[in-house]
């Protein structure tokens, strides 16, 4: 089952992907019209990213999609949850700081039950040895 939050960082880096694609899809059809147009250069030797803008794009959108699949991998197997870990720890420590609930929803992402019940197990009136 996918978050809300896992579900917003797949949407920007398929935007990103997506983005990438039609950007190459332009640097081809404009180099497809030089070759054409001039076809001795379509006989130079092979052109190298520092040689030329559409390989170094072309270059470009390989890592960019080798960097989704493997977003898409950690999201599969749950490996953001670090990062959640790393949320609900700064919320404690907010909240050991006198933040309530309603800092925590906005400063860390928290839904409102998430917020109300870390601000209820570790806010002031609660027990600090827990």
Sequence with gaps: MMGWE???L????????T????????????GWR?????????????P???DDPQVALE???????????????????GGLADHREQLYAQAIRMVHRG??????VTLCGLSRSEAEL???MHGASSSRDC
Excluded: F, K, N, S
């Design 19 to 30: 983005l990438c694609l039609a950007t190459l899809a332009g640097w081809l059809a404009g």
């Design 99 to 104: 933040a309530v609930a309603a800092e925590l």
């Design 6 to 8: 896992h579900a917003g």
């Design 59 to 77: 270059q470009r959108l390989r890592e960019l999609e080798t960097a989704l699949e493997q977003l898409r991998g950690r999201l599969e197997r």
């Design 118 to 120: 870390i601000a209820t």
């Design 10 to 17: 797949l949407a920007v880096a398929w935007a990103t992907a």
């Design 48 to 50: 190298t990213a520092a």
């Design 34 to 46: 030089r070759r054409r147009l001039i076809p001795a250069l379509a006989l130079d030797a092979a």
